[in-house]
């Protein structure tokens, strides 16, 4: 039996209001009819091309995404218009599309505490919470004991493995998603040194350098940092993991699906994720 658009909507939006979102961010239904009935959704980190024909070949009638389409108001629907051929494909197949962004990011159900969980950080609190607000950007947590930098990357590198083996394994119709190795990891730091406290941020988490020295971290986990982060990190005694934005990102697209498929609401939905996303890095 078929769901609205719009259930499907209430549902994400129960974890990860709309209002939460940053002003410059354009998150929610981007594409289709919330009144729309739907069997099938498929959720994906980015709007590809390869993701739409994947949605028209499995017969998803929505992608649910972590990053938004449409950025900035569209002048216009042409065919020379690289900004407008995602919504063209979309509206042609008749698929709907929803993003859930920053929104998201800011939810208990962002990487960045699965992250912090899989390492078995204790007392995890927000990095950089808003003012009186139960939401924030970022984690950061201690170790039960302190470890070596080295021992906390190849634990990391370990979780991702299992987390692709669990994709793989998500319970839709095609079995073998074919999800590709992820990038190699940066690292800023010695790999003797000893870790106690760490922060993550998924996605672009190189701003946060400040916020994590302040709070007196020994490591940040985190995507996207420049030259420029990693040295003021590593000169302040703070060691770096960059493991690249599509990597810190691709925990929450497993925990969203998971989610989902807990809501009974939505019990006849057939969720399934992604078999063709990937970093534009491969």
Same mark, same amino acid.
């Not at 919330?34 to 994906?44: D, F, G, K, N, P």
């Not at 698929?95 to 990011?105: F, P």
């Not at 003797?192 to 940040?220: H, M, T, W, Y």
């Given at each position: =039996?078929? !769901?609205?658009?719009?259930?499907?909507?209430?549902?994400?939006?129960?974890?990860?209001?709309?209002?939460?979102?940053?002003?410059?961010?354009?998150?929610?239904?981007?594409?289709?009819?919330?009144?729309?009935?739907?069997?099938?959704?498929?959720?994906?980190?980015?709007?590809?091309?390869?993701?739409?024909?994947?949605?028209?070949?499995?017969?998803?009638?929505?992608?649910?995404?972590?990053?938004?389409? =449409?950025?900035?108001?569209?002048?216009?629907?042409?065919?020379?218009?690289?900004?407008?051929?995602?919504?063209?494909?979309?509206?042609?197949?008749?698929?709907?599309? @929803?993003?859930?962004?920053?929104?998201?990011?800011?939810?208990? @159900? $962002?990487?960045?505490?699965?992250? #912090?969980? $899989?390492? *078995?950080?204790?007392?995890m609190e927000i990095?950089?919470?808003?003012?009186n607000e139960d939401? *924030?950007? #970022? !984690?950061?947590? @201690?170790?039960?004991?302190?470890?070596?930098?080295?021992?906390? !990357?190849?634990?990391?590198?370990?979780?991702?493995?299992?987390?692709?083996?669990? &994709?793989?394994?998500?319970?839709?119709?095609? !079995?073998?998603?074919?999800?590709?190795?992820?990038?190699?990891?940066? =690292?800023?730091?010695?790999?003797?040194?000893?870790?106690? /406290?760490?922060?993550?941020?998924?996605?672009? #988490?190189?701003?946060?350098?400040?916020?994590?020295?302040?709070? *007196?971290?020994?490591?940040?986990?985190?995507?996207?940092?420049?030259?420029?982060?990693?040295?003021?990190?590593?000169?302040? #005694? =703070?060691?770096?993991?960059?493991?690249?934005?599509?990597?810190?990102? &691709?925990?929450?697209? /497993?925990?969203?699906?998971? @989610?989902?498929?807990?809501?009974?609401?939505?019990?006849?939905?057939?969720?399934? &994720?992604?078999?063709?996303?990937?970093?534009?890095?491969?």
């Open positions: =039996m078929a !769901v609205s658009v719009g259930l499907i909507a209430q549902t994400i939006e129960k974890i990860a209001p709309k209002s939460w979102a940053e002003d410059w961010d354009n998150v929610g239904l981007l594409v289709g009819d919330s009144a729309r009935r739907v069997e099938r959704i498929i959720l994906t980190l980015d709007a590809t091309h390869e993701v739409v024909e994947e949605a028209k070949e499995r017969k998803a009638q929505l992608i649910l995404a972590h990053h938004p389409i =449409m950025f900035k108001p569209l002048k216009n629907l042409r065919s020379d218009n690289q900004a407008a051929q995602i919504p063209m494909q979309l509206l042609k197949a008749e698929i709907g599309y @929803y993003a859930a962004h920053t929104n998201l990011d800011q939810s208990v @159900y $962002s990487s960045s505490w699965t992250i #912090g969980n $899989s390492l *078995g950080l204790e007392r990095l950089a919470a808003f003012a939401r *924030g950007y #970022g !984690v950061i947590g @201690y170790l039960p004991a302190s470890e070596s930098l080295e021992s906390i !990357v190849n634990k990391v590198e370990i979780y991702f493995d299992t987390l692709q083996i669990q &994709i793989n394994n998500f319970k839709q119709t095609a !079995v073998n998603l074919g999800v590709k190795k992820l990038n190699a990891y940066r =690292m800023a730091g010695k790999p003797e040194q000893k870790v106690r /406290k760490i922060a993550i941020v998924n996605g672009s #988490g190189g701003s946060f350098v400040p916020k994590a020295l302040f709070k *007196g971290a020994d490591l940040l986990i985190t995507g996207d940092v420049d030259h420029h982060e990693a040295l003021d990190a590593k000169e302040a #005694g =703070m060691a770096v993991l960059d493991i690249g934005h599509y990597t810190s990102e &691709i925990p929450m697209i /497993k925990t969203l699906a998971d @989610y989902l498929k807990t809501e009974k609401n939505l019990s006849d939905l057939e969720i399934m &994720i992604s078999r063709t996303m990937h970093s534009p890095w491969d």
